[in-house]
T-cell receptor
């Protein structure tokens, strides 16, 4: 199956700082999602981004499919951004991994006031 | 549109018991996937159902089973509980295509004593 690696594993920031989270994957994908897991455990959708660039407020994401990586940018971080950020791709290449995602190990982000 | 709902939110069981968790997908979604999240193993795919049929299965023992009803609601069952089954169980819903955005519920936190 497709392997996913996220970096860095941990990130500590002061409020207002910017950050970049990276997701590398081992094969071509037709689906890539970024999630934020809040302190209560729920996974919140941030981006569906198999290729290209998207922006949503202070967050933006870029996926370079040909080089098999995706980046999540957080600008002007706030304490409410704290939590774990995951990227996820289909478990296998080939388009048959219905609902079957492989997750990276996540980046734990802590934003201090 | 209501999001994905899961019941119960918290559950405490003892070893050897069995448990049933429920997931109601977003209205109109026909695919439901289940994931187990533990500190050691991260997020792992259990199985996916579409139109009452299991389409994909992860690498879990047969004690883990599921089903989907005609209204797309899904249940998962774990029999003969072990201490290692303590985890956050998350379900996700989607339209059923390989390029779907998956939307997650709040999870059920299971503790096995």
């Amino acid at each position: 199956g497709i392997q996913v690696e996220q970096s860095p594993p941990d990130l500590i920031l002061q409020e207002g700082a910017n950050s970049t989270l990276r997701c590398n994957f081992s094969d071509s994908v037709n689906n890539l999602q970024w999630f934020h897991q809040n302190p209560w455990g729920q996974l919140i959708n941030l981006f569906y981004i198999p290729s290209g660039t998207k922006q949503n407020g202070r967050l933006s994401a870029t996926t370079v499919a040909t080089e098999r990586y995706s980046l999540l940018y957080i600008s002007s971080s706030q304490t409410t951004d704290s939590g774990v950020y995951f990227c996820a791709v289909p478990r296998e290449a080939g388009g048959t991994s219905y609902g079957k995602l492989t997750f990276g190990q996540g980046t734990i982000l802590t934003v201090h006031p | 549109k209501a999001g994905v709902t899961q019941t119960p939110r918290y559950l405490i069981k003892t070893r050897g018991q069995q448990v049933t968790l429920s997931c109601s997908p977003i209205s109109g979604h026909r695919s439901v996937s289940w994931y187990q999240q533990t500190p050691g193993q991260g997020l792992q795919f259990l199985f996916e159902y579409f139109s009452e049929t299991q389409r994909n299965k992860g690498n879990f023992p047969g004690r883990f089973s599921g089903r989907q009803f005609s209204n797309s609601r899904s249940e998962m069952n774990v029999s003969t509980l072990e201490l290692g089954d303590s985890a956050l169980y998350l379900c996700a819903s989607g339209l059923g295509h390989s390029t779907d955005t998956q939307y997650f519920g709040p999870g059920t936190r299971l503790t096995v004593l």
